[in-house]
């Protein structure tokens, strides 16, 4: 076989294997059916990450769920106001609250580690028992047993706090961005019979990822059909440009947008040189001008806690009713 010939099977390998794997996952009803709703509804999620970061996170979190424009937030179990965060998911039960799993710490001044402690995962650690900055270096020193175990241990954590939790996602993406890290993500998320997020089919397939996502279906784990990456690039432009983000929201889709909140106190410019584009971002999904707009889309607000429900029980959720304390 030519050289030439070898690559044009391997395309068409590639390429059939795209094709099955896209025909197996679109057999049956949708998603959106399934969540029992029209085929052609547009169901958004709207995720604040980062919960029990810090203080000013922590209120400007709690003030965008109130709101109803923000219907899910992950909590970062290892930081030290998850307490808060906790306090909140106790008094709260309805809410949708997950767990950020964590192998990341990123910022200069404020930094945290595992909740197993350095002794137990030693690979997860800086010289100095913190996590790494970033997730390459992660990938490079650390083993994805730690890893793994790690991960547990903050859902655990989680759950013996007394938060239902309702989904799992992922710090900075380390637990997605190496296919090994992936796969126990997924196995992670079906031990707990949790859904998760994952970028969907049109993110996926440009990485060789199409496996990901029909090994979650193999699993039975479920998770957005869409996930809206990005911030917008000035604060200027906050309104104009999430507002055509909302308006490419597809019918007959799940789509996942995730946030950031923030208030401008000094602890928040203190901790993060994002500040500003997380105070931004929570006044804009938090304004019931926001709301309207969406509902003039003809776009569903829906939470997390419908795609768990789906999950264990096989059958849509009756809508929910928030009463905040």
Known sequence: MTMQSKNAFSMISALCCTLAAASSLAEGPSLVERLGFPADA???????????????????TIRALKSGGVTSATIMVPCGWFPEAADFARANPQAALGVHT?????????????????????SLCDPQGYFYTDVAALYLHAKIEEAEREVRAQIDKAIAAGIDVTHIDSHMGAMQYAPGYHERYLHIARDYNLPCRVAGMDIMAQFGGERIIQLAADLGVLHPDILFMGDPPNLEVTESWWKDRLAQVQAGKVTEIYIHCGEMTPEMRATTGSAARRTADAEFFSNPATHEYMRSLGIELISYRELRHLQREGKPMPRATYGWE
């Open 102 to 122: 964590v192998l990341t710490s990123e910022w200069g001044r404020y930094k945290w580690g595992p909740v197993l402690g350095r002794e137990a995962v030693p």
């Open 42 to 60: 547009k169901l958004l999620i709207v995720n604040a990450d980062d919960f029990g970061m810090n203080h000013a996170t922590n209120q400007a």
